[in-house]
């Protein structure tokens, strides 16, 4: 079945960094767009990166724009968030997603804390 497994948050000052990584397994990785979507207490649950099956194209949130980068290694069947200059407002449960055929898939989510 699949299977989405995020690792990496944490919690970090304001101007830090942090790598998130999301685990496949289940399906055929490569063939599929992935992507990390957010969400904060009391908000509801947006997307924040998308990038295509083969790495080629990616998408970001405004909000994130020149600070996350979303990456993938097809080989190792992982998908990454690289967050820098984190604000406080980037807190949230980070979960990582992906649509095969018709089904959504989601992992447990990680937990990112930007504060002082």
């Known amino acids: 079945q699949v299977q989405l497994v995020e690792s990496g948050g944490g919690l970090v000052q304001p101007g830090g960094s942090l790598r998130l990584s999301c685990a496949a397994s289940?399906?055929?990785?490569?063939?599929?767009?992935m992507s990390w979507y957010r969400q904060a207490p009391g908000k509801e649950r947006e997307l924040v990166a998308f990038i295509t099956s083969a790495g080629g194209n990616t998408n970001y949130a405004d909000s994130v724009k020149g600070r996350f980068t979303i990456s993938r290694d097809n080989a190792k069947k992982m998908v990454y968030l690289q967050m820098n200059s984190l604000k406080a407002e980037d807190t949230a449960v980070y979960y990582c997603?992906?649509?095969?055929?018709?089904?959504?898939?989601w992992g447990q989510g990680t937990q990112v804390t930007v504060s002082s």
């Open positions: 289940g399906f055929f990785f490569s063939n599929y767009a």
């Open positions: 997603y992906v649509k095969v055929r018709f089904w959504d898939y």
